[in-house]
């Protein structure tokens, strides 16, 4: 085994004025967005509230809020939480103190949808009552850029998919029944919405799957995240700083609505990465039945999404995923089609990321659609858990971009870590690598490792320094999660921003 350790310094990040800095806060506060001065930028941040009528105050404060600089940095610790500027400090461009247009949502209702005993119905029910402002808002004149949908705290808790209800209301719904009405038995008696059983019981992933026919990219905000101090008190829920607050949904608004906060600079001209995710589905009869969702990124940070058919892709023997090679070949054209309708540029490498293993059959499939002259790669990346770790003398773990190369196609990526640019670990545990093995096709294991760590980078739901697995990895299960527990949306978007 190789004991070459390489050390990647923190990729930069391109802003206005072509200006070049590591950390995505220091570029938006000195330059402003990477877009800025981009002709093809949008106009105003028009967006609409979508809430109760508590919820709807709180965000028109915290708009108000959004428009200051804000310095609360506990320990007085600017490094690791720096100061916010202000909207149109860090944007260039003016965040609203008000709403296009707020739709007010019956509190009592909303709560006692949440509370239903059948997880499908009170999911199904919840996002009904977002979707009566989505339907409404489609009268309005104005080109609306993002939907704010606020969430009481409660329904948050008890629409989720694992959620466990401490005030059920309703009929007790036994699993047995649930199971034969997913499988579209008719009951004599009872008179339910067949179609609840044909979307997922988490009300986040149904309301981000529904919602797409309209248009509008949304942003979920529980009413406890607009909470105005950060004093973390028993009983109520944790927060960061609100000036770490302020940078993450500020940053992903003003992604929402069209902007580009900032590009990737060691991404590589004509080279697109694509995030592969499988999930099963929750009515296969076999347990083998399942769909794959594919996520196409680029050094913009633009992203596509696809959706592949579905089959019986699942092994339980292997506890693997494989298409077949028709399948796979079918998925990688599909989103090439996507990519090239949106008005693509002409590539010249495709990586293909995936936790899966990348086996023959499927690697055949995927070089068929490949478009000629173009170079294919496959790599499998997932976080090594049960691996080896390494550990620093000193009191602080290992450095962020550390890369251990075990031989020429396979290594271990330490995307978490000390980061020397704020001084410390942000994290709660001993850091874990990710594992790249380059499976299929030819690159040199150190650039495919360098090109994963920058994707690290292009989390537009956030505004940190980078994440622990690149975007094609970390956000595959929320993509697919969204798409493949939907079966029955048809109205998909292609677009990124709609999924996160």
């Excluded at 461009?93 to 296009?100: A, F, I, Q, S």
């Excluded at 489609?138 to 969430?151: F, R």
């Excluded at 529980?222 to 607050?245: I, M």
């Excluded at 058919?309 to 989103?335: C, D, F, M, R, V």
Aim: proline share 6%; glycine share 8%; with cysteine.
């Amino acid at each position: 085994m190789s004991k070459q350790i390489i050390f990647f310094n923190e990729p930069e990040l391109e802003f206005r004025y072509g200006q070049r800095v590591q950390d995505p806060r220091d570029g938006l506060a000195l330059f402003g967005p990477y877009d800025a001065d981009s002709s093809s930028r949008q106009g105003a941040m028009a967006y609409i509230v979508l809430g109760t009528s508590d919820g709807i105050k709180k965000f028109n404060e915290w708009s108000q809020v959004m428009s200051y600089p804000v310095v609360n940095a506990p320990k007085n610790n600017l490094r690791l939480w720096p100061p916010f500027p202000g909207f149109e400090a860090a944007f260039c461009d003016r965040w609203p103190n008000d709403p296009v247009w707020s739709f007010e949502i019956n509190p009592e209702q909303l709560i006692d949808a949440s509370r239903l005993q059948d997880s499908h119905e009170r999911a199904y029910k919840v996002v009904e009552k977002y979707l009566e402002g989505f339907k409404v808002s489609e009268k309005l004149a104005e080109t609306i850029g993002v939907a704010i949908c606020v969430v009481p705290d409660e329904v948050w808790r008890n629409c989720r998919t694992e959620s466990r209800v401490t005030k059920p209301i309703g009929e007790v719904i036994s699993r047995k029944k649930i199971k034969s009405r997913k499988a579209g038995q008719l009951e004599i008696f009872d008179s339910y919405n067949s179609e609840q059983y044909e979307l997922s019981p988490d009300f986040r992933r149904q309301l981000k799957a529904r919602s797409m026919k309209y248009g509008i990219p949304l942003q979920i905000i529980r009413e406890s995240t607009l909470r105005p101090n950060d004093e973390n008190q028993w009983g109520k829920r944790g927060l960061t700083p609100l000036s770490d607050r302020l940078w993450n949904l500020s940053t992903t608004l003003y992604y929402k609505c069209g902007g580009k906060p900032w590009r990737l600079v060691t991404a590589r001209e004509g080279v697109c990465y694509i995030g592969l995710a499988f999930r099963r589905t929750e009515s296969s009869k076999d347990g083998r039945t399942a769909c794959c969702a594919a996520q196409m990124f680029l050094n913009t940070g633009d992203g596509v999404v696809f959706l592949s058919e579905y089959g019986p892709w699942y092994s339980a023997k292997t506890n693997q995923y494989h298409l077949t090679k028709n399948s796979a070949e079918s998925l990688l054209k599909g989103i090439l089609k996507t990519y090239e309708d949106l008005g693509g540029r002409n590539l010249t490498e495709i990586f293909l990321h995936s936790r899966s293993t990348i086996n023959n059959e499927e690697f055949e499939g995927y070089q068929k659609a490949c478009p000629s002259g173009v170079k294919l790669v496959g790599v499998r990346v997932r976080v090594e858990r049960y691996g080896p770790r390494l550990f620093r003398t000193e009191s602080m773990p290992i450095l962020r971009g550390t890369f251990w190369k075990i031989n020429d196609r396979v290594g271990l990526l330490w995307g978490s870590g000390f980061k020397p640019r704020i001084a410390t670990y942000d994290g709660a545990e001993v850091p874990i690598p990710m594992r790249i093995d380059v499976q299929h096709g030819d690159a040199p294991i150190e650039r495919v490792a360098q090109d994963i760590f920058g994707l690290t980078k292009l989390n537009y739901n956030a505004c940190h320094l980078g994440d622990g697995e690149p975007v094609t990895v970390g956000f595959s299960d929320a993509v697919g999660e969204i798409l493949i527990s939907n079966p029955k949306i048809s109205e998909r978007k292609p677009n990124f921003k709609f999924y996160i």
